[in-house]
Structure formats: structure tokens, C-alpha cells
């Protein structure tokens, strides 16, 4: 049954406000803990660590509507957050153990994951379909505002404080976060109808070929986040000869894609020409500039951030586009499908996870991001198959 949404600005700006808090507090994770892996076991082994998170989160993501039906979905987001606060506390409390640390670190990545696929479907409840573009477009620049800013702050925090440093400011941040949800989500536990199982929800994105495709194209994107973002740019660069302060630098730059386009990029899909022609060409200046950072061995910081700019400009045109065209074809209430889309993560960080660890086994890191390249090679002749959806001028 398709139900008939209604935008409701005040609570998408809450909504924006929270996504935010977590673009900046989660990028001081994002961007360091491969890092902080590779020094307790080797950056050949990093791999392995995610592995078991992306494992984790794909069970939780693929199980989540049981926990939606009996806590609603704003709880569960508090559920998710106040988990990730625990973590990130035990951590603190146990830092001189290093495998602990990782252990729960690695908890609280599956926790994090929950928050993530919480807030859209939080978000998705107070949109309306005509306005996916727009709406998510506008949530994903003021998300990746706070990225923007951390990478420069926690390169700081690290340098001055080191990892000690960057755990307490995430848990910090986490739970502000907690407390703005509760203020601001408190009434919004609304109870889920509708009797749909995970494995219906996977044969019906079978079924919809066009679910299919975009899922197809979502995995790709995660695949280069998995990979490229979270673990091996951080790693190359250090092989490379730059300091913490001057890759903080580096992807403040590289992240400015996200800010600038994204919002204008989901206007466009909205009124002018849908979302196909759009996420190819993102596609394609994603995996040509990915395959590009495996050939460079130079230390120059403008050459690596015009690179890396360009992979976030894909990146970014790939990332609103996607969740344009999916959350016209969703509403609110299809919670299984929006839960397994987001399994796009986990099961591309599963694996890339293989993948990676297999590879560095035989050959040089640098052969991580040709592989990544040539991933994006059947997904973009796939997407061509996708039909677009219809824009305000179109229609």
C-alpha cells in the first residue's frame, strides 16, 4: 500500500540539525580509527576488523523491523545512540587494553550503523515523495558540513591528545546527540502496521528491477566508502610521507563536493531531468579518479587534494542521487525496505573486506583502489537499465 506523505519542514530541520551533529562526530571516527587498527595489528590486518563490524551490522540492519515494531522508530534511534555513548565510555575506561578497545570500537560501529538507516527512516516519515530530491539533498549538505569541519579538528584533537583525545570527543558528541533526539523526536513513536519480513523485502527488491538496480549502485558507492574512505586513504597517505596535520587539510578540501553540490544536484533531479543520466557520470568520475590515487606516489599536497576532490565529487553526485530515486519509489512505513537498502553497506564492507584482505596478502596497497575502479565498471552498465524517474518538467 503506497501511503501518501506530507512534508513536514519543522521536523526535517531537526532532523538535518541531529544529521549534522552526526556528520561531525562520526567523521572523528571515520577518518582515524583504520589508523589507530593498523597500529595494533598492521595495516595488512585492518581489513579484518571490519570485516567482523560490516558482518555484525549487516545481521542487525537485516533484523531491525522487530525492534522498529516494539519500541517505535524514535526510540529505537535513542536505543542505537545511547548504545554507541556506552561504547565509546567503555572504551575510554579500558584504552590501555588495546584489544578491548578495538572490541568495543568495533560495537560501536554496529551501533552507529543502526543510528544511520534510524534517522533516514525517521527522515523519510516527515517527507513527501515529489520532494526526495530536494529534501535529501538538503539533509546530505548539512550532514557533510559536519564532515567537512572534523577532518581539520580531529587531526588536531589526534596530534595534540591522540586517540584518548578522539574517543572522548565522540562521546561527548554522542550524547548531545542523544539528548537533542529525545527533545526533539519524543512524540514521534508512531506504530508499524503494515507485517513485512526481511525476506519478503529482499525477493520484492528482486521483484522491482529498478530497486535492484539502484541497490546495485548504492553497493557500489559503499564499496568505494568501505574501502577508499574509511580504511586505505588515511593508510596511503601516511605511506606517503604526509603528517596528520597535513591530511587534515587534505580532506577538509576533499570533502567541500558534498557541501556545494548535493543540495543542487537533488533540485535538478527533482525538476529537471530525473537522476539516471547524473549517477552514471558520477559513477564514472568516481572509479576513474579512484584508479588514479593508486598510480600517484608523489608528496604534493595540491595534487593529492585535486584528486581527491574529484573523488568526492562523484562521490557526492552518486551519494544524494541514490537516495533521491530510492525514496521516491518508498515511503515511511516500508521499513524493511529501507533497512535492506541500507545492508548496501555492510554487505559491500564484507566484501571489500575479503577482497582487501586477499589482495594485500599477494600485492601492494595501492592495487586496493584499482580494484575498487573496476568494481564500478558492471554496476554503471547495469544503471543504464534503470528507468528514470519522471521530473516536474517531464511530468
Same mark, same amino acid.
Given at each position: 500500500?503506497?501511503?501518501?506523505?506530507?512534508?513536514?519542514?519543522?521536523?526535517?530541520?531537526?532532523?538535518?540539525?541531529?544529521?549534522?551533529?552526526?556528520?561531525?562526530?562520526?567523521?572523528?571516527?571515520?577518518?582515524?580509527?583504520?589508523?589507530?587498527?593498523?597500529?595494533?595489528?598492521?595495516?595488512?590486518?585492518?581489513?579484518?576488523?571490519?570485516?567482523?563490524?560490516?558482518?555484525?551490522?549487516?545481521?542487525?540492519?537485516?533484523?531491525?523491523?522487530?525492534?522498529?515494531?516494539?519500541?517505535?522508530?524514535?526510540?529505537?534511534?535513542?536505543?542505537?545512540?545511547?548504545?554507541?555513548?556506552?561504547?565509546?565510555?567503555?572504551?575510554?575506561?579500558?584504552?590501555?587494553?588495546?584489544?578491548?578497545?578495538?572490541?568495543?570500537?568495533?560495537?560501536?560501529?554496529?551501533?552507529?550503523?543502526?543510528?544511520?538507516?534510524?534517522?533516514?527512516?525517521?527522515?523519510?516519515?516527515?517527507?513527501?515523495?515529489?520532494?526526495?530530491?530536494?529534501?535529501?539533498?538538503?539533509?546530505?549538505?548539512?550532514?557533510?558540513?559536519?564532515?567537512?569541519?572534523?577532518?581539520?579538528?580531529?587531526?588536531?584533537?589526534?596530534?595534540?591528545?591522540?586517540?584518548?583525545?578522539?574517543?572522548?570527543?565522540?562521546?561527548?558528541?554522542?550524547?548531545?546527540?542523544?539528548?537533542?533526539?529525545?527533545?526533539?523526536?519524543?512524540?514521534?513513536?508512531?506504530?508499524?502496521?503494515?507485517?513485512?519480513?526481511?525476506?519478503?523485502?529482499?525477493?520484492?527488491?528482486?521483484?522491482?528491477?529498478?530497486?535492484?538496480?539502484?541497490?546495485?549502485?548504492?553497493?557500489?558507492?559503499? *564499496? $568505494?566508502?568501505?574501502?577508499?574512505?574509511?580504511?586505505?586513504?588515511? #593508510?596511503?597517505?601516511?605511506?606517503?610521507?604526509? /603528517?596528520? !596535520? @597535513?591530511?587534515?587539510?587534505?580532506?577538509?578540501?576533499?570533502?567541500?563536493?558534498?557541501?556545494?553540490?548535493?543540495?543542487?544536484?537533488?533540485?535538478?533531479?527533482?525538476?529537471?531531468?530525473?537522476?539516471?543520466?547524473?549517477?552514471?557520470?558520477?559513477?564514472?568520475?568516481?572509479?576513474?579518479?579512484?584508479?588514479?590515487?593508486?598510480?600517484?606516489?608523489?608528496?604534493?599536497?595540491?595534487?593529492?587534494?585535486?584528486?581527491?576532490?574529484?573523488?568526492?565529487?562523484?562521490?557526492?553526485?552518486?551519494?544524494?542521487?541514490?537516495?533521491?530515486?530510492?525514496?521516491?519509489?518508498?515511503?515511511?512505513?516500508?521499513?524493511?525496505?529501507?533497512?535492506?537498502?541500507?545492508?548496501?553497506?555492510?554487505?559491500?564492507?564484507?566484501?571489500?573486506?575479503?577482497?582487501?584482505?586477499?589482495?594485500?596478502?599477494?600485492?601492494?596497497?595501492?592495487?586496493? *583502489? $584499482?580494484?575498487?575502479?573496476?568494481?564500478?565498471?558492471?554496476?554503471? #552498465?547495469?544503471?543504464?537499465?534503470?528507468?528514470? /524517474?519522471? !521530473? @516536474?518538467?517531464?511530468?
Amino acid at each position: 500500500m503506497h501511503i501518501k506523505e506530507h512534508l513536514n519542514r519543522k521536523k526535517t530541520n531537526f532532523v538535518n540539525f541531529v544529521g549534522l551533529l552526526l556528520g561531525f562526530f562520526g567523521a572523528f571516527t571515520g577518518y582515524t580509527l583504520s589508523a589507530y587498527f593498523a597500529e595494533i595489528s598492521g595495516s595488512d590486518n585492518v581489513g579484518s576488523f571490519y570485516l567482523v563490524s560490516y558482518a555484525v551490522s549487516f545481521l542487525a540492519l537485516f533484523f531491525l523491523r522487530p525492534m522498529i515494531r516494539r519500541l517505535g522508530r524514535a526510540r529505537m534511534l535513542y536505543l542505537s545512540l545511547g548504545l554507541s555513548v556506552m561504547c565509546m565510555a567503555l572504551v575510554m575506561h579500558n584504552s590501555s587494553e588495546l584489544w578491548l578497545a578495538a572490541i568495543l570500537l568495533l560495537a560501536f560501529l554496529v551501533f552507529d550503523s543502526v543510528t544511520w538507516v534510524m534517522l533516514d527512516i525517521v527522515l523519510e516519515g516527515y517527507s513527501s515523495d515529489s520532494m526526495s530530491g530536494r529534501i535529501r539533498g538538503l539533509h546530505l549538505s548539512i550532514l557533510n558540513t559536519g564532515y567537512l569541519f572534523a577532518p581539520y579538528c580531529a587531526t588536531s584533537v589526534l596530534k595534540h591528545f591522540g586517540y584518548d583525545g578522539i574517543f572522548f570527543s565522540v562521546m561527548v558528541g554522542y550524547m548531545a546527540i542523544f539528548l537533542f533526539s529525545i527533545v526533539f523526536f519524543r512524540n514521534d513513536n508512531a506504530a508499524i502496521r503494515e507485517k513485512l519480513e526481511p525476506e519478503r523485502a529482499f525477493r520484492k527488491l528482486l521483484r522491482e528491477k529498478n530497486l535492484l538496480r539502484i541497490y546495485l549502485v548504492s553497493l557500489s558507492l559503499e *564499496f $568505494f566508502y568501505a574501502l577508499v574512505t574509511t580504511i586505505y586513504t588515511s #593508510i596511503r597517505l601516511l605511506d606517503v610521507g604526509f /603528517s596528520w !596535520s @597535513e591530511i587534515g587539510i587534505i580532506y577538509t578540501i576533499m570533502l567541500i563536493p558534498f557541501v556545494i553540490l548535493q543540495y543542487p544536484l537533488g533540485i535538478i533531479a527533482d525538476k529537471k531531468m530525473g537522476e539516471k543520466e547524473l549517477l552514471i557520470i558520477g559513477m564514472i568520475i568516481t572509479a576513474v579518479s579512484t584508479a588514479a590515487i593508486g598510480c600517484i606516489d608523489t608528496k604534493d599536497i595540491v595534487i593529492w587534494s585535486v584528486l581527491l576532490f574529484m573523488t568526492r565529487v562523484g562521490a557526492a553526485t552518486i551519494e544524494v542521487l541514490r537516495d533521491s530515486y530510492f525514496y521516491k519509489q518508498v515511503d515511511s512505513d516500508d521499513t524493511d525496505i529501507i533497512a535492506f537498502f541500507r545492508t548496501a553497506r555492510p554487505v559491500a564492507g564484507i566484501f571489500g573486506s575479503i577482497i582487501s584482505v586477499g589482495i594485500l596478502a599477494v600485492f601492494q596497497l595501492p592495487s586496493i *583502489f $584499482f580494484v575498487t575502479a573496476l568494481f564500478f565498471v558492471p554496476i554503471i #552498465i547495469s544503471t543504464f537499465g534503470l528507468q528514470d /524517474s519522471q !521530473s @516536474e518538467a517531464e511530468r
